[in-house]
């Protein structure tokens, strides 16, 4: 009886130390995004290099794709905030594009169908469609983060519910656990980057007569 109640601790704790720093680095990079921090795109890039050989071990190949990309794009996005702006200033807050929502649209349903027939008949993966939407989702919420629109934390809160329980199935307690950390993250990035963004003044109006 002992025995069992320690094998359950310890499963439920996360038996690997990679995983649970992990999860403290993922956390700290999303709350530093959530609150405008250019500090999570270095941190980003430490979390998902440690992700990828927890997410490999557990067969989800799709999401150790995403990690190795989301350290690509965190170098990228890093950039887009310090001199994606007008005059190569600082990126402000701003909304989705209409063609920023069309592109996510087509992309998200034919990264899932294409990438999950490809895990589902020529590798072992694990849940190959659920994972390749949670990653085409993933990516698109990311691409919406690098450019500073608002509504990535709208497209974070859909991936996140989705992958907690995915992730629980998988015996990945801890990380299960800090996807439920992101949604709170994700509602509270999604209020601070409302209010950043009505705090902008207007865009001028003034006509200069020569």
């Not at 995983?19 to 609150?35: I, N, Q, Y």
């Not at 629109?149 to 996140?160: G, H, K, Y």
């Not at 990945?172 to 656990?177: D, E, G, K, R």
């Not at 109006?205 to 020569?210: K, N, P, W």
């Amino acid at each position: 009886m002992v025995q069992s109640l320690y094998e359950f601790w310890t499963a439920a704790a996360g038996g690997s130390p990679l995983e649970w720093v992990a999860v403290l680095t993922g956390f700290a990079c999303v709350w530093l995004a959530a609150r405008e921090s250019l500090w999570n795109f270095p941190v980003a890039i430490v979390s998902c290099g440690l992700y990828v050989l927890v997410y490999f071990q557990a067969k989800l190949y799709s999401d150790c794709f995403l990690q190795t990309m989301f350290i690509s794009l965190s170098g990228y996005g890093w950039y887009q905030w310090l001199h994606g702006g007008r005059d190569r200033t600082e990126l402000p807050v701003s909304r989705t594009r209409p063609r920023e929502w069309l592109a996510c649209a087509a992309f998200v349903p034919i990264f899932t169908l294409g990438f999950g027939y490809y895990l589902q008949q020529y590798t072992d993966a694990s849940l190959p469609y659920w994972d390749s939407f949670t990653t085409a989702g993933s990516l698109a919420a990311q691409y919406l983060l690098m450019r500073k629109r608002v509504e990535n934390w709208l497209l974070w809160i859909v991936v996140d519910i989705i992958y907690v329980p995915i992730l629980w199935a998988k015996q990945l307690y801890p990380t299960s656990a800090l996807y439920a950390l992101y949604l709170g993250l994700a509602v509270y990035g999604y209020w601070e980057w409302r209010r950043a963004l009505h705090r902008q003044p207007a865009p001028s109006t003034d006509i200069q007569v020569a």
